[in-house]
T-cell receptor
Framework: ETGVTQTPRHLVMGMTNKKSLKCEQH?????MYWYKQSAKKPLELMFV???????ENNSVPSRFSPECPNSSHLFLHLHTLQPEDSALYLC?????????????FGPGTRLTVL | TQLLEQSPQFLSIQEGENLTVYCNSS?????LQWYRQEPGEGPVLLVT?????EVKKLKRLTFQFGDARKDSSLHITAAQTGDTGLYLC??????????FGAGTRLFVKA
């Protein structure tokens, strides 16, 4: 049990659909992250929220829209996605910043865009 | 652009063998982490190394951080089938940014 849950675990959507991914952390952390993991590629950091404010946005297309209503919940809203957006989307949390801080990952949402 | 290169990309060995995987970069990192990811799960942190030249041991796993804090290695002694998984190295820069390598996929055969 990692303390970070993600729903749904699997999602298949068409390019015209709108869906949302949900992440919840039960660890009392104050930073949350969205990563994209594609086969044979490094994890790509998408967004970082610290104390519910977005502090990193790594040139992610606007069809991905994050939302952090409080320090325990993080959403990724999806609309008009492309087939190349199919990947494993991982949520993580950590306690503050600093040397060697540990990120706790959720199990991910496997997204397939048709 | 900061990059972390991991080698090999894939490794298939027999139970009981030793192995080493490498993580290299041209960038200096504040610290370096190793994670293991199993199918259907997110990565789980194994170790963090902070000081150049540091060596950490976790049972049969030995982690080393290069003197210049640009590279790292993971050595597994007498591999077991339970060691099968994707091993990711991650370089921690200032702030919240962590740079991940593409991973080494290890398969240990019984």
């Amino acid at each position: 049990e990692t303390g970070v849950t993600q729903t749904p675990r699997h999602l298949v959507m068409g390019m015209t659909n709108k869906k949302s991914l949900k992440c919840e952390q039960h660890l009392g952390h104050n930073a949350m992250y969205w990563y994209k993991q594609s086969a044979k590629k490094p994890l790509e950091l998408m967004f970082v929220y610290s104390l519910e404010e977005r502090v990193e946005n790594n040139s992610v297309p606007s069809r991905f829209s994050p939302e952090c209503p409080n320090s325990s919940h993080l959403f990724l809203h999806l609309h008009t996605l492309q087939p190349e957006d199919s990947a494993l989307y991982l949520c993580a949390s950590s306690q503050e910043r600093g040397l060697g801080y540990e990120q706790f990952f959720g199990p991910g949402t496997r997204l397939t865009v048709l | 652009t900061q990059l972390l290169e991991q080698s090999p990309q894939f490794l298939s060995i027999q139970e009981g063998e030793n192995l080493t995987v490498y993580c290299n970069s041209s960038s200096v990192f504040s610290s370096l982490q190793w994670y293991r990811q199993e199918p259907g799960e997110g990565p789980v942190l194994l170790v963090t190394v902070v000081t150049g030249g540091e060596v950490k041991k976790l049972k049969r796993l030995t982690f080393q951080f290069g003197d210049a804090r640009k590279d790292s290695s993971l050595h597994i002694t007498a591999a077991q089938t339970g060691d099968t998984g994707l091993y990711l190295c991650a370089g921690v820069t200032g702030g919240f940014k962590t740079i991940f390598g593409a991973g080494t996929r290890l398969f240990v055969k019984a």
